[in-house]
């Protein structure tokens, strides 16, 4: 009779993944792991993958302060790495590899680069020597709705005409003119937004959009863009990002470099 291994996954030893680096080093990161684990790499051929040892059960917590901890220690991981390498492939939070019978965790995770060692290195190609860049573009819809006043004819006209119009008409007048400014706008936003892009797609390798979020100050995000480019070309992209800033009503937020969670 076949008996099983009852295996507590609260002692069983895995190894938690934070990315696959391009290059073959033995790197020391020290104890700025999740929960302070020390984090070190090991290699195959020319790929090395950046680890701590860790117990097969997953990270996973109802307080939202430890999560968020969690989550910042594993970025720092991966930037540190990024700092050593130049090129990484960043994995998902909680990628843990658990062994097998006679097989450790590391050799399971050696054995799987190997398997994969192809695709690896054709994802590594692909973003070699080049980093994450965030960019935000927000928007102050009053200034935009007050230039478009002046500089259409047909809401100035209907602008000027409210004023000398009695309470009733005026507020019929009104409603008028917050429609026809509302599909303005929405116009308005539709050509900026495909001329911000093609003058950024210009400057980058590679490029996604991301979802819209909410600012603050009552202003509007037009563009949420991830970017992937060399570090020398960020100069480029800051110049162009710049000159969109300096139009009234427009607000920029650039951030990077960062490992290219976006493009991997």
């Known amino acids: 009779m076949k008996i099983e291994e009852n295996v507590d996954s609260k002692t069983e030893k895995a190894i938690y993944v934070y990315c696959i680096a391009a290059g073959n080093a033995e790197a020391d990161f020290g104890n700025m ?13 020319d790929l090395s993958a950046v680890i701590h040892s860790c117990m097969i059960e997953p990270y996973k917590s109802e307080d939202k302060e430890i999560v968020k901890a969690w989550a910042t220690a594993h970025e720092k991981v991966v930037e540190a790495a990024l700092e050593q390498f130049g090129t990484v492939l960043p994995l998902g939070f909680d990628t843990i590899i658990k062994g097998e019978s006679g097989v450790t965790p590391e050799d399971n995770l050696i054995n799987w680069i190997k398997d994969d060692y192809e695709n690896l290195k054709q994802k590594i190609a692909r973003i070699e020597n080049k980093a994450e860049y965030g960019v935000q573009i927000s928007w102050d ?7 478009l006043i002046e500089d259409n004819a047909e809401i100035n006209r209907l602008n000027e005409e409210i004023k000398s119009k009695s309470k009733g008409l005026a507020y019929m007048y009104r409603q008028k003119l917050e429609n026809l400014l ?38 509007q995000m037009l563009l949420n863009l991830s970017c992937l480019l060399p570090k020398e070309k960020s100069r480029l992209l800051g110049d162009e ?4 800033n300096s139009i009234e009503g427009f607000f920029v937020r650039y951030t990077g470099p960062w490992p290219p969670y976006s493009f991997v």
């Not at 819809?141 to 230039?147: D, F, L, R, S, T």
């Not at 495909?194 to 979020?213: G, M, P, R």
């Open 33 to 45: 792991g999740l929960e302070n684990n020390y984090v070190y790499s090991v290699s195959y051929k």
């Open 141 to 147: 819809p009053k200034v935009i709705g007050e230039k």
């Open 182 to 219: 509302k599909k303005e706008i929405e116009i308005t936003s539709e050509k900026y937004f495909k001329d911000f892009y093609e003058k950024i797609k210009n400057c980058v390798d590679d490029i996604k959009i991301e979802k819209t979020k909410k600012v603050e100050n009552d202003r």
């Open 241 to 244: 990002l710049e000159k969109i």
